[in-house]
C-alpha cells in the first residue's frame, strides 16, 4: 500500500511567487518523521526540512516550510520567493517508529520548475 | 563531520554479469543504512536496509542482495545482471531520529 502520495508530478512557479508542494501520507505508527528532499539534476539527494509527529509547531528552515495537517495526514513543503536555483525534483519521505529499527520510504516526487 | 562514499559513479553491465557497489561512512558509529533504486524520473525505492552488521532487510524481492560486512559498509551485489536493473543507485545512512544523508549515487546501464 502506497503510505506516501505526492500527487503533483510536475508544478510550475513564477520566480519570487510561492509554491506549495503537496504530500500526504499513511500510518498507524504514533511516532514518526516526515522529510522533505530535493534533487537537483545532478541526482543529489538534498536534505531540507524535518517534521516529526509530535512536533507541536511547524517546521521551517529559511525559505521553507512544512505545513503539517496531523489530523488529515499531509506534510507539504511551502517554498517561499521561488529561486531559478530551486527547480529541481521534491521528494517528501516519511519514516516510521523511533526505535532503532526503522523504514524511510519516499513518495514519487514533484517536478518544479521556476519560470524566469 | 560525517561523510559517505559510493562508487563508481557509472557503470556499464552486460546482461548475465556481476554486480557489486559498496557504500562507507565516515565519521559515525553503528548508522542505519539503506539502499535505493530510482528509475528515470521516478521516486526512490527501498531495495534493502540495515540496522546493524549482518543485519538486512529485504524490501523487494528481486535479482539483487546485500550485505554489510563492517558496521560502516553496505554492499550491493547481484550475480547476474537483468536489463530491469538499470536505473540510479543510492547509498544513505541515518542516526535513530535522525535525517538520512545520501551518496552522491551510481548509475547502472545494463546492456
Known amino acids: 500500500a502506497q503510505k506516501i502520495t505526492q500527487t503533483q508530478p510536475g508544478m510550475f512557479v513564477q520566480e519570487k511567487e510561492a509554491v506549495t508542494l503537496d504530500c500526504t501520507y499513511d500510518t498507524s505508527d504514533p511516532s514518526y518523521g516526515l522529510f522533505w528532499y530535493k534533487q537537483p539534476s545532478s541526482g543529489e539527494m538534498i536534505f531540507l526540512i524535518y517534521q516529526g509527529s509530535y512536533d507541536q509547531q511547524n517546521a521551517t528552515e529559511g525559505r521553507y516550510s512544512l505545513n503539517f495537517q496531523k489530523a488529515r495526514k499531509s506534510a507539504n513543503l511551502v517554498i517561499s520567493a521561488s529561486q531559478l536555483g530551486d527547480s529541481a525534483m521534491y521528494f517528501c519521505a516519511m519514516r516510521e517508529g523511533m526505535d532503532s529499527s526503522y523504514k524511510l520510504i519516499f513518495g514519487s516526487g514533484t517536478r518544479l520548475l521556476v519560470r524566469p | 563531520s560525517q561523510t559517505i562514499h559510493q562508487w563508481p559513479a557509472t557503470l556499464v553491465q552486460p546482461v548475465g554479469s556481476p554486480l557489486s557497489l559498496e557504500c562507507t561512512v565516515e565519521?559515525?558509529?553503528?548508522?542505519?543504512l539503506y539502499w535505493y533504486r530510482q528509475a528515470a524520473g521516478r521516486g526512490l525505492q527501498l531495495l534493502f536496509y540495515?540496522?546493524?552488521?549482518?543485519?538486512i532487510s529485504s524490501e523487494v524481492p528481486q535479482n539483487l542482495s546485500a550485505s554489510r560486512p563492517q558496521d560502516r559498509q553496505f554492499i550491493l551485489s547481484s550475480k547476474k545482471l537483468l536489463l530491469s536493473d538499470s536505473g540510479f543507485y543510492l547509498c544513505?545512512?541515518?542516526?535513530?531520529?535522525?535525517?538520512?544523508?545520501f551518496g552522491q549515487g551510481t548509475r547502472l546501464t545494463v546492456v
Open positions: 565519521g559515525t558509529s553503528n548508522p542505519n
Open positions: 544513505a545512512w541515518a542516526l535513530v531520529g535522525g535525517e538520512a544523508f
Open positions: 540495515s540496522v546493524g552488521i549482518g543485519q
